[in-house]
């Protein structure tokens, strides 16, 4: 017997669900979602399910990492339930219930907690350089060693087990039967997704959102390799300084337009923003354009008499890989790519 939640309205609210108990079950948002199908009522089923609380079934689906929020369906419904926001917090509550440390919860439903957050590692990035006597050389040495050592650590003390923990929820408890033959065919649907983002091409009129999306991914993983293991800031090769101007400028640009609809709030997608949204893209540009200076005031010679530049980089670095890459919304990006590799193994 499945077991109900009735508590489940109030705890998803926490994450941002707006009004989603208005729903009367009128199917409108399932009409009009490319992603449903005969046999899928998408997302009417998981409306039903977080109004009913039936929690299990929630952590149990994948559907909620499927929606891509092209916002459909929540400016066709007469409720104005938002089942498009829902997803969104649906999406929130279950990076919380992977999460093995909890924090992930924290920082989505408590602005203060986040704040606090930031502000600790801005004092662990001002004591430690204060510690070196702000010497340009060793802060540079230090950020680049910490990039490499803070992938590792998060990537394996952190992101693994969680991925693990959402195998266990949507594969292993349900008691899906996978072969391992399966396993490794279906291999090729995570990478797929997670370079190409491709479902997001199947919601209409969602064509420029997925490019400026797909365009975003590869800058960033660009930038992240060209930073850390091609050593950009140290680095005397031209190819490899015009590769970091040329992606540390995409992500600057494409960001600007992401933190300018997250501002206006003018499309049904960013109507309701919640902080972790602002986090995600705000860090992400400024990583982009703190990135880009600091390269260019090494090569204009500079960088030496503006200390506080690569100062300011570090501290958006650290940032960024202590608390939104485990934490934040980054995650939704890697849990959606392994959704769409599990929903191929549970695919008969």
């Not at 009004?19 to 009128?26: E, H, K, M, Q, T």
């Not at 089923?45 to 092209?70: H, N, T």
């Not at 040495?141 to 990039?147: N, P, S, T, V, Y």
């Not at 005397?236 to 337009?257: E, H, K, Q, W």
Request: hydrophobic content about 50%; charged content about 15%.
């Amino acid at each position: 017997m499945a077991k109900i939640n009735t508590k489940f309205g109030n705890e998803i609210s926490k994450y941002g669900a707006v009004n989603f108990r208005a729903c009367y079950n009128c199917g409108n948002c399932t009409a009009v979602c490319s992603l449903s199908t005969e046999e899928v009522s998408f997302p009417r089923e998981m409306v039903r399910l977080s109004a009913i609380g039936f929690e299990d079934e929630i952590k149990a689906s994948l559907k909620p990492w499927e929606c891509y929020y092209c916002g459909e369906c929540s400016t066709h419904c007469p409720q104005e339930a938002n089942p498009g926001e829902l997803m969104m917090s649906l999406r929130r509550y279950l990076t919380s219930k992977y999460d093995w440390t909890g924090l992930s919860g924290l920082l989505y439903k408590s602005l203060p907690i986040s704040i606090i957050a930031f502000i600790i590692t801005l004092i662990g990035v001002l004591w430690f350089a204060g510690s070196v006597g702000y010497e340009l050389e060793k802060m540079i040495h230090f950020g680049h060693m910490f990039e490499m050592i803070a992938i590792a650590a998060v990537g394996v003390f952190i992101l693994m087990p969680n991925v693990a923990r959402m195998w266990y929820y949507t594969i292993l408890k349900p008691k899906t039967k996978v072969s391992i033959a399966k396993y490794v065919k279906s291999m090729g649907e995570l990478f797929i997704h997670m370079f190409t983002q491709k479902r997001a091409l199947g919601c209409d009129d969602n064509q420029f959102r997925w490019f400026e999306h797909f365009v975003l991914v590869i800058g960033y993983l660009s930038l992240l390799f060209t930073t850390v293991f091609l050593n950009w800031f140290a680095s005397p090769y031209l190819f490899v300084i015009i590769l970091g101007y040329v992606m540390s400028a995409i992500v600057f640009v494409v960001t600007i337009d992401f933190v300018s609809s997250r501002m206006k709030r003018n499309k049904e997608v960013s109507k309701y923003t919640q902080p972790s949204d602002l986090f995600f893209v705000i860090w992400l540009f400024l990583m982009g354009l703190t990135a880009f200076l600091v390269r260019l005031f090494i090569d204009l010679d500079i960088l030496e008499g503006n200390k506080w530049l690569y100062l300011m980089h570090l501290i958006v670095l650290v940032q960024w890989a202590l608390i939104i890459v485990p934490f934040g919304k980054w995650t939704h990006f890697m849990y959606r790519s392994f959704a769409m590799y599990f929903a191929k193994l549970k695919e008969k």
